[in-house]
């Protein structure tokens, strides 16, 4: 029947979409480990603001370090 087939269509179309969605998620080969459990833009973003601040922190260490060794 006409339901059947439309049924049939739309189950093809997003069988085509999940293995869209499923290629974009595999990790690329120079894909560093600490990234390849990030899904969402919101958690590289998150992962993004947490390096930036361990950066900060170290370099506010190296900073504080050689003012005290003058």
């Known amino acids: ?34 990234s390849r459990g990030l899904s969402t833009r919101a958690e590289l973003i998150e992962r993004i603001l947490v390096l930036g601040q361990d950066v900060l922190d170290g370099v506010k260490f190296g900073f504080d370090n050689a003012v005290d060794q003058l």
Do not use: C, N, Y
Not at 7 to 31: F, N, W, Y
């Open 1 to 34: 029947t006409a339901e059947i087939a439309r049924l049939a269509e739309e189950r093809k179309k997003l069988q085509e979409e999940l293995g869209a969605l499923q290629l974009s998620m595999t990790p690329v080969e120079d894909e560093p480990e600490t």
